[in-house]
């Protein structure tokens, strides 16, 4: 027996040995040391001064305007601060203002005015306009794939008339162009059934012709009435359009491979309606406070993360899209992939993580190979806490657009914006069903106090555990493995018998 051990312990030994002499960077690294580091509190405090800046410069820091220049100035310092070198992107872009309240009635057969922000909004890019006309109904059969996107869903469009169009199913500015197209004098998209409130969209580029956005409700009663007798609109809108500068911020981490990027992106404005510190005040916050604190991983950072804090994305996408554009194909082919962080602390918050291998069968464009990968990095870490997340589609909605669209892996998590909480939702995350997952979306009351905590914590957790995943290793998005350096040479141990008989080292 005594012999047995003796055997039993020197191969554990052997073992042990054997362990030993695998290198450092062989193992994957603790994948919560980074999200120890990234405190709430300190992003928080990012939180605070995004709010603060908006305060203090006409309570928006909206692209174009002196809140986003200051915001764009405290990123750039807070990345100074914490030793890097960040590159200022500038860029021009169409830049667009309500000038006066619009005005939405109907005239006839009933006279009834619209209430603006609450039956309806403008859509950033109409145009000026005052145009009193019969509306047309088009495609008015077409169900929660709304209307519009087919130049053939306006045949016998009379000219002149004002386009009833449903949401849905294509960009605004393709509704929006169609209908231009057939004679419309104005278009009315209105909200599909399961959205709360008006639409609040970009057309992406200025238009001519005014164009609104009211709830589900208004735009299908006006259909009704237009069906069984017709109904005559006025549409009134005063805009300014001008050309302003917007800018992309963007650090690279002084440690990782240059040749094997991860870019991780949140944008830097918000709307001009509000202080946006949920969108995206908690996505820059976060990679702000993850930036500061990746160096303390050392060695473990063996790709190089790039942190980019995009311009313009509320006008339409704008900053990523010309980064993307601009970027030599050779340093294209340099991005691993790309991690989107927009919204993370909805106060009616869902873990939704973007459905990197179509398993819903909702995205728009067909996600780049490597996106199923990181979308089950992420579902594995919330799994791993024992939490639920729900698939959200890649539909073109935020600043990965540009990344997948030219090929690039993407992936990310979004807490939820104007859509609808489901019962089932409730019960898996807390919070009340039946409301908006942001009810503050794109509104005045999108604060400092916008935000779920407990949500916003895991969020958080999650950004920065998968984001010092692929730091060390992409293997599974790209099929990049690092090289292993082979172990250093250990010298010879004379190992002698103790007293009773077990080896031992000295």
């Given amino acids: 027996m005594r012999r047995a051990a003796l055997a039993t312990l020197a191969g554990l030994s052997l073992a042990a040995a054997a362990l030993a002499a695998v290198p450092a960077e062989a193992a994957p690294p603790a994948p919560a040391e980074l999200a120890k580091l990234v405190t709430l509190k300190n992003v928080r405090h990012h939180q605070l001064n995004l709010q603060k800046i908006a305060d203090a410069n006409g309570g928006n820091r909206a692209a174009g305007l002196p809140g986003n220049k200051i915001t764009v100035k405290y990123i750039a310092d807070q990345l100074k601060r914490a030793g890097y070198t960040p590159t200022v992107q500038n860029f021009t872009f169409d830049f667009w203002q309500e000038t006066a309240e619009p005005v939405f009635a109907e005239t006839a057969p009933e006279a009834k005015t619209f209430a603006p922000g609450t039956d309806y909004a403008t859509l950033q890019y109409s145009g000026s306009g005052d145009v009193t006309a019969a509306a047309t109904p088009v ?29 849905g199913g294509c960009f605004f500015s393709v509704k929006t162009d169609n209908a231009i197209a057939a004679g419309a004098s104005a278009v009315v998209i209105y909200q599909l059934p399961d959205q709360p409130g008006p639409v609040a969209g970009t057309l992406t580029t200025p238009y001519d012709i005014p164009v609104i956005g009211p709830t589900n409700a208004v735009g299908k009663a006006l259909v009704e009435q237009a069906n069984n007798g017709g109904v005559t609109l006025r549409v009134t809108t005063a805009v300014l359009n001008e050309k302003r500068e917007a800018a992309n911020v963007v650090a690279d981490t002084k440690r990782g ?3 094997n990027v991860v870019v991780v992106g949140a944008h830097n404005d918000s709307v001009t309606e509000g202080p946006g510190i949920n969108d995206d005040g908690s996505g820059t916050a976060t990679l702000l406070e993850m930036a500061k604190q990746i160096r303390k991983l050392g060695p473990e950072v063996r790709n190089k993360v790039r942190f980019a804090f995009w311009g313009a994305e509320e006008e339409g996408l704008l900053g990523s899209q010309y980064y993307v554009d601009n970027l030599p194909q050779a340093e294209r082919d340099k991005v691993a992939l790309m991690l989107d962080f927009d919204m993370l602390a909805s106060p009616n918050y869902v873990n939704f993580v973007y459905d990197g291998d179509d398993s819903a069968g909702e995205n728009n464009v067909e996600p780049p190979a490597g996106s199923g990968a990181i979308e089950k990095a992420f579902n594995d870490y919330f799994a791993g806490r024992g939490l639920a997340t729900d698939p959200t589609p ?14 690039i892996p993407a992936g990310g998590v979004f807490t939820g914006a104007e859509g609808i909480k489901t019962p089932e939702q409730a019960q898996a995350y807390g919070g009340t069903a039946g409301v908006a997952y942001d009810p503050c979306y794109h509104s005045a009351c999108d604060r400092y106090d916008n935000v779920d905590l407990t949500g916003f914590d895991h969020m958080i957790d999650a950004t920065a555990a998968v984001t010092q995943l692929f730091a060390h290793s992409t293997l599974t998005v790209n099929g990049n493995e690092l090289a292993r350096r082979a172990a250093p040479a250990r010298p010879a141990k004379r190992t002698v018998p103790d007293e009773i008989g077990i080896y031992a080292t000295r």
Avoid: K, M, V
């Fill in 139 to 167: 495609d008015s059969g077409a169900t929660g794939d709304g209307s519009g996107c087919e130049a053939d869903d306006f045949a016998g469009f009379p000219a002149g008339h004002i386009a009833l169009i449903q949401r």
């Fill in 257 to 259: 491979r240059a040749d």
């Fill in 394 to 407: 890649f539909n073109g909605r935020s600043d990965y657009n540009a990344f997948i669209t030219a090929g």
